[in-house]
């Protein structure tokens, strides 16, 4: 029994670690994008999104959790250090998501309409993992049904300043 704790565990931190949280080319040139410290304006499919920038572990853990809604025009653009295979739940999440996991270039490799979990008290290890099935450095998180309704496909590109964002990774 001790045994199976500790295996549970060692399984939680290793997700905590490796697990974001909730936490295109049509698009903008990457001059055209506003960025500062903690927002990016982007462009997908012709729309403008500003999107909360997650570069270290801890605004990735966080994500979009604990949050009532989520603008029309907003989102989270999670940046990590490297392409990996990404997996994100929705951990204490309090609304659908669309999500992108995108490649080092910037193309969307894999999607999902993520779905709240039904008891936000679900251990870590038992929350649903939407997997980025592909390599992904990037992942942007935007409002349910806005994936779908702009026809983002695998194979877009979405335009980033991506050197910049690899540069500013935590």
């Known amino acids: 029994m001790a045994a199976r704790r500790t295996l549970n565990l060692i399984y939680v931190v290793l997700l905590l670690l490796g697990l974001s949280a909730c936490s295109e080319r049509e ?4 001059a055209s994008q506003t960025a500062n410290d903690t927002h ?15 570069l270290n572990d801890e605004t990735r853990l966080q994500g979009l959790s604990d949050r009532p809604e989520i603008a029309a025009d907003g989102g989270m653009l999670f940046a990590f250090p490297e392409e990996d295979i990404r997996a994100f739940v929705m951990r204490r999440c309090l609304v659908p998501i669309d999500i992108a996991y995108l490649n080092a270039q910037g193309e969307v490799v894999y999607m999902y309409a993520m779905q709240v979990e039904s008891d ?5 290890y038992r929350l649903k993992q ?19 309704r702009l026809g983002l496909r695998q194979g877009d590109r979405i335009d980033l300043p991506l050197e910049e964002l690899k540069g500013r990774v935590e």
């Open 120 to 124: 936000p008290d679900t251990p870590e």
């Open 40 to 54: 990016l304006s982007v462009k997908i499919k012709g729309e403008t999104f500003n999107l909360e920038l997650a």
């Open 130 to 148: 939407y997997n980025s099935n592909y390599p992904a450095q990037f992942a942007i998180e935007v409002r349910d049904g806005t994936l779908r």
């Open 27 to 30: 698009s903008s040139s990457p």
